[in-house]
T-cell receptor, first 115, second 112 residues
């Protein structure tokens, strides 16, 4: 079964609104989760590392005030796209690392469309 | 910095073998992964190989690693139409807690 879930799977919103995406680790606790963005015809790009109980670590070029990350518990991280614009339309994917297998499990992704 | 390169497209006939190639630049990579992305779906981990291995076989999948040339390949035997997807090569420097660097993905088209 799924190890990582994301909600919603698809969202369409108007420009200027904020959208929250949830990432849940279903099988194990995760002090760290990762958020990726996939651009059309391009690979995944890491946006930020979500840390439970502390501030997220953002990659260079990613606006932390634009993409708010909250890792409130060991099984849930949220990504909020604030004041969304059409250029924020993308596929957002989270992943959860598993230290016992030394790999990462990816969520199914959330497709965001900003009109 | 890290860089992972893949060809964009591969077309094979059903029943043939598919070979998807990948090159990476960071010699300190310790794990190399192959992910599969079906249309509209998230990434699915197919297999991975440690950098101290040359080959790993898992049913129809064979991963070959040439560490000297920093070349990784994924061979799919007896390719089926259900194998049509985008395949991403990825490297991780030192385990699951580190940043994953992905290639652009190779789109595999299987012709019936």
């Amino acid at each position: 079964g799924a190890v990582v879930s994301q909600h919603p799977s698809r969202v369409i919103c108007k420009s200027g609104t904020s959208v929250k995406i949830e990432c849940r680790s279903l099988d194990f606790q995760a002090t760290t989760m990762f958020w990726y963005r996939q651009f059309p015809k391009k690979s995944l790009m890491l946006m930020a590392t979500s840390n439970e109980g502390s501030k997220a670590t953002y990659e260079q070029g990613v606006e932390k005030d634009k993409f708010l990350i909250n890792h409130a518990s060991l099984t849930l991280s949220t990504l909020t796209v604030t004041s969304a614009h059409p250029e924020d339309s993308s596929f957002y994917i989270c992943s959860v690392p598993d230290s016992s297998t030394d790999t990462q499990y990816f969520g199914p992704g959330t497709r965001l469309t900003v009109l | 910095g890290e860089d992972v390169e893949q060809s964009l497209f591969l077309s094979v006939r059903e029943g043939d073998s598919s070979v998807i190639n990948c090159t990476y630049t960071d010699s300190s990579s310790t794990y190399l992964y192959w992910y599969k992305q079906e249309p509209g779906a998230g990434l699915q981990l197919l297999t991975y190989i440690f950098s101290n291995m040359d080959m790993k076989q898992d049913q129809r999948l064979t991963v070959l690693l040439n560490k000297k040339d920093k070349h990784l390949s994924l061979r799919i035997a007896d390719t089926q139409t259900g194998d049509s997807a985008i395949y991403f090569c990825a490297e991780i420097l030192s385990g699951g807690y580190q940043k994953v660097t992905f290639g652009i993905g190779t789109k595999l088209q299987v012709i019936p």
